[in-house]
């Protein structure tokens, strides 16, 4: 937001000869990076408990939720997922573009309308594999056209924050502490990271834009990884020490 405040500020005085107080530039500062950089993802108990419901209650709208843990994908992202965005015969996802409501540009005050666009980035542009239960769960519901939106059956979409209340009522329904639906997004990559995944092959998955991003949000060893580096060290000391 700093950025494009300087460029406005900027391009005003360039194009239209306005020139801003330059002391506003020095009272401009970005936020301090946050602290906790490890994101809060669903345990493995969890995680179970939502899939599992969710193969044995299984709707359209039910079945986003399964995605996203199963997929890594933005909740933009899975609400303009359609059913021609599905290769069966490969069994992958493409993901080329994203839903969104923004800030209506016209009279109206207060007013917004819902786009869909290209994803944030080109990297967001993606194919992303899916596991082969998924891919049946596909093939067991009834999509009666391809335009048809994967979370609602029908060639009508459902925006994310209608979305976003379909997900707070069912981890409301299931007993588990509300965490928000990029949630779902963090307890893939972990999971992911988990079982042993390369790091660059999670990161494409997921989109990101750089490699790094994914080192940070999460290559983040567990206590019990730590605790297990701990007595390596100390198994190797003792057993040096008694040679």
Do not use: W
Request: aromatic share 10%.
């Amino acid at each position: 937001m700093v950025t494009v405040f300087r460029s406005i500020l900027l391009f005003a005085e360039e194009q239209y000869a306005i020139k801003p107080d330059k002391s506003c530039f020095a009272k401009l500062s970005y936020p301090k990076e946050s602290r906790n950089k490890c994101p809060y993802v669903f345990s493995c108990d969890e995680q179970k408990i939502i899939q599992d419901y969710i193969t044995g209650h299984l709707t359209y709208k039910s079945l986003g939720i399964l995605f996203a843990l199963q997929t890594g994908v933005r909740i933009g992202e899975l609400c303009a997922l359609q059913y021609s965005d599905i290769d069966f015969s490969k069994k992958t996802i493409n993901i080329t573009k994203t839903l969104q409501r923004i800030p209506h540009t016209g009279q109206k005050i207060n007013s917004s309308r819902i786009i869909i666009s290209t994803p944030k980035s080109v990297s967001s542009i993606r194919v992303i594999p899916m596991a082969s239960g998924l891919v049946q769960i596909l093939k067991n519901l009834n999509y009666k056209s391809e335009k048809c939106y994967i979370i609602t059956g029908k060639e009508q979409y459902m925006e994310p924050r209608g979305y976003y209340h379909y997900y707070r009522k069912l981890l409301q329904e299931l007993q588990i502490n509300y965490a928000n639906f990029h949630t779902t997004r963090h307890t893939f990559a972990t999971r992911c990271i988990e079982s042993g995944a390369d790091c660059k092959t999670v990161s494409e998955i997921l989109g990101h834009a750089s490699v790094k991003t994914t080192l940070d949000l999460y290559m983040h060893p567990q206590l019990e990884q730590k605790r297990h580096c701990i007595e390596q060290m100390n198994d190797m000391l003792t057993g040096s020490s008694i040679a």
